[in-house]
């Protein structure tokens, strides 16, 4: 890999995705460095970084709103490649309070844009490249009959979320065609595996049905979603970062369809079977029914649904596997239900990491998002 994709600035490199990736791509380049920038919001955690070489990736504290400390980490570690993950991500906190996804989407993207435009366009020309991290959720929602989206499918967000990335996304591809910014677009569908906040889907019903907790299901539980390993997720930013066409967008999927409640049961059934094989996790976790012999279904409680929930998401990854290379590996079928079951076992064998980030603040919006249902 040649130093430009080498050395890399990336921005929320704490959080879920952004960490997953720094451990990808240090492992995949051993001449790679990174410079994470991160605000540390409760979404960030230095926990998701343990373990990585510290001479080979520096933290610093900031927020990428700050485009003067932007330039200078730029300037300071020479770096001309950057890959934005720094995010609001969760559409639930978009609904109760937009007005922090508007300022860090919206105007920390345009903050980053300007300063790769002042330190890689004007103070020093030469190869350069801008990778922002976006989402299928752009394109609003579809029925079960419709085809998977593509990228020249029309953007329609539905959440403050959706919306701010579908403006940030706008920016990016803006500073490319006025300014020239080698920039590029990956919209990637919703993923799973380590170090993700158990306030999303997956780890939440993982972590709930061990402590006993009720597994919150919004409305009928058939909401569709594309399920992609976080591991695949990175794969393909890395070969994004190789191969991609700066102003194109590349929609990145697991081909793996599945509802809530699909989702649900497969968390259950690992569970449930893991204690009837281990005996110490009936110690481990004693609030968890199956300690007692009962399945975590028990937990299961319908909730009121999102207003404005949107029922399906599904991406055709054709130009992605055309253009880049890319294959998801925990693709359909059996593949993807042995790579859901490793990541149960990893929350499983990794309840200091979770017990960690889930601090009194966490606790508090959980509830209340819980109690507004
Ligand atoms: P996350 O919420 O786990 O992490 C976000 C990180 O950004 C945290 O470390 C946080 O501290 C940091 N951050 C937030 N505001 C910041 C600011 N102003 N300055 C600097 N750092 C800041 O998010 P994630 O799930 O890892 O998602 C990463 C990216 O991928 C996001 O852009 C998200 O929109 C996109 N995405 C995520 C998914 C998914 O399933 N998780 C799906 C599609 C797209
Ligand atoms: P989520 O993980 O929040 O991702 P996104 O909304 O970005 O797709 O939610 C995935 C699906 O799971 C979505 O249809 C909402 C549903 N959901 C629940 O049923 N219960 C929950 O507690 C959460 C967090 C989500």
Same mark, same amino acid.
């Given at each position: 890999?040649?130093?430009?994709?080498?050395?890399?600035?990336?921005?929320?490199?704490?959080?879920?995705?952004?960490?997953?990736?720094?451990?990808?791509?240090?492992?995949?380049?051993?001449?790679?460095?990174?410079?994470?920038?991160?605000?540390?919001?409760?979404?960030?955690?230095?926990?998701?970084?343990?373990?990585?070489?510290?001479?080979?990736?520096? #933290?610093?504290?900031?927020?990428?709103?700050?485009?003067?400390?932007?330039?200078?980490?730029?300037?300071?570690?020479? %770096?001309?490649?950057?890959?934005?993950?720094?995010?609001?991500?969760?559409? +639930?906190?978009?609904?109760?309070?937009?007005?922090?996804?508007?300022?860090?989407?919206?105007?920390?993207?345009?903050?980053?844009?300007?300063?790769?435009?002042?330190?890689?366009?004007?103070?020093?020309?030469?190869?350069?490249?801008?990778?922002?991290?976006?989402?299928?959720?752009?394109?609003?929602?579809?029925?079960?009959?419709?085809?998977?989206?593509?990228?020249?499918?029309?953007?329609?967000?539905?959440?403050?979320?959706?919306?701010?990335?579908?403006?940030?996304?706008?920016?990016?591809?803006?500073?490319?065609?006025? #300014?020239?910014?080698?920039?590029?677009?990956?919209?990637?569908?919703?993923?799973?595996?380590?170090?993700?906040?158990?306030?999303?889907?997956?780890?939440? %019903?993982?972590?709930?049905? @061990?402590?006993?907790?009720?597994?919150?299901?919004?409305?009928?539980?058939?909401?569709?979603?594309?399920?992609?390993?976080?591991?695949?997720?990175?794969?393909?930013?890395?070969?994004?970062?190789?191969?991609?066409?700066?102003?194109?967008?590349?929609?990145? *999927?697991?081909?793996?369809?599945?509802?809530?409640?699909?989702? @649900?049961? %497969?968390?259950?059934?690992?569970? +449930?079977?893991?204690?009837?094989?281990?005996?110490?996790?009936?110690?481990?976790?004693?609030?968890?029914?199956?300690?007692?012999?009962?399945?975590?279904?028990?937990?299961?409680?319908?909730?009121?649904?999102?207003?404005?929930?949107?029922?399906?998401?599904?991406?055709?990854?054709?130009?992605?596997?055309?253009? @880049?290379?890319?294959?998801? /590996?925990?693709?359909?079928?059996?593949? #993807?239900?042995?790579? #859901?079951?490793?990541?149960?076992?990893?929350?499983?064998?990794?309840?200091?990491?979770?017990?960690?980030?889930? +601090? *009194? /603040?966490?606790?508090?919006?959980?509830?209340?998002?819980?109690?507004?249902?």
């Amino acid at each position: 890999m040649s130093t430009l994709h080498s050395n890399l600035l990336v921005t929320g490199g704490a959080g879920f995705i952004g960490a997953n990736f720094v451990r990808a791509h240090l492992a995949h380049d051993p001449t790679a460095r990174v410079v994470i920038l991160d605000a540390l919001t409760y979404a960030g955690n230095l926990g998701n970084l343990e373990g990585i070489d510290a001479e080979r990736c520096t #933290f610093v504290r900031g927020d990428i709103r700050d485009t003067p400390l932007v330039c200078d980490l730029l300037r300071q570690h020479q %770096l001309r490649a950057l890959v934005h993950f720094a995010a609001e991500s969760h559409v +639930d906190r978009s609904i109760l309070g937009p007005d922090l996804f508007i300022e860090t989407n919206i105007v920390g993207t345009h903050s980053l844009l300007k300063a790769t435009r002042l330190v890689w366009l004007e103070e020093e020309a030469g190869a350069h490249r801008f990778h922002h991290v976006s989402t299928d959720e752009v394109y609003g929602s579809l029925e079960l009959r419709d085809a998977a989206f593509t990228e020249s499918s029309p953007v329609r967000p539905n959440s403050p979320y959706a919306a701010s990335k579908a403006a940030s996304d706008h920016l990016v591809r803006a500073y490319h065609e006025t #300014f020239g910014l080698d920039a590029v677009i990956t919209n990637c569908s919703n993923n799973y595996g380590p170090y993700q906040l158990p306030e999303k889907l997956v780890p939440l %019903l993982i972590v709930n049905c @061990l402590l006993g907790e009720r597994l919150p299901v919004y409305g009928d539980g058939l909401h569709v979603r594309d399920w992609l390993h976080v591991q695949d997720h990175c794969n393909a930013i890395l070969l994004a970062l190789r191969k991609g066409v700066a102003g194109e967008t590349y929609n990145i *999927g697991g081909e793996n369809e599945r509802t809530s409640l699909e989702i @649900l049961r %497969l968390v259950v059934s690992a569970i +449930d079977h893991a204690f009837e094989r281990d005996a110490s996790l009936a110690t481990k976790y004693p609030q968890c029914p199956a300690a007692a012999g009962r399945s975590c279904a028990e937990l299961v409680a319908f909730v009121r649904d999102r207003p404005g929930a949107d029922r399906r998401y599904a991406l055709d990854i054709t130009k992605a596997r055309r253009e @880049l290379g890319y294959c998801p /590996h925990a693709i359909a079928g059996p593949k #993807f239900e042995a790579a #859901f079951r490793d990541t149960v076992r990893w929350y499983m064998a990794n309840d200091s990491w979770w017990k960690s980030v889930m +601090d *009194g /603040h966490y606790r508090e919006w959980v509830a209340l998002n819980y109690n507004n249902r």
